[in-house]
């Protein structure tokens, strides 16, 4: 079993609403930063948010602050991520990770542990 599995995603329209949830199988989830991270073809994995082990802080990147919305319920080893107005750009394959090292950590070789990947597409 993997230790973290993703799911949600889909095709929805431009300025529709989507959430992405990740189920983590780890001994103590509140010692992993976690983190959502986003590829599309022929361009390099991006963090798109990251957030503490307790859910204290959290990080954005500048082009989905405000619309993006990362979460995360310890007792139920799981993190989410809402995202509103959705735009064509926001198209990408999006994975879940987790970190033992810092929560803002935004270069993919910091992160140990992986979700499957899905799929998120929005039409214009």
């Known amino acids: 079993q993997a230790p973290l599995v993703q799911s949600g995603g889909g095709l929805v329209q431009a300025g529709a609403s989507l959430s992405l949830s990740c189920a983590a199988s780890?001994?103590?989830?509140?010692?992993?930063?976690m983190a959502w991270f986003r590829q599309a073809p022929g361009k390099t994995r991006e963090a798109v948010a990251t957030?503490?082990?307790?859910?204290?802080?959290?990080y954005y990147a500048d082009s989905v602050k405000g619309h993006f919305t990362i979460s995360r319920d310890n007792a139920q080893n799981t993190v989410y991520l809402q995202m509103t107005g959705l735009k064509p750009e926001d198209t990408a394959v999006y994975y879940c990770?987790?970190?033992?090292?810092?929560?803002?950590?935004?270069?993919?070789?910091?992160?140990?542990?992986w979700g499957q990947g899905t799929q998120v597409t929005v039409s214009s």
């Open positions: 957030i503490s082990g307790t859910g204290l802080y959290t």
């Open positions: 780890v001994t103590i989830f509140s010692g992993y930063s």
């Open positions: 990770a987790g970190s033992r090292v810092f929560y803002r950590n935004i270069n993919p070789r910091d992160y140990e542990l």
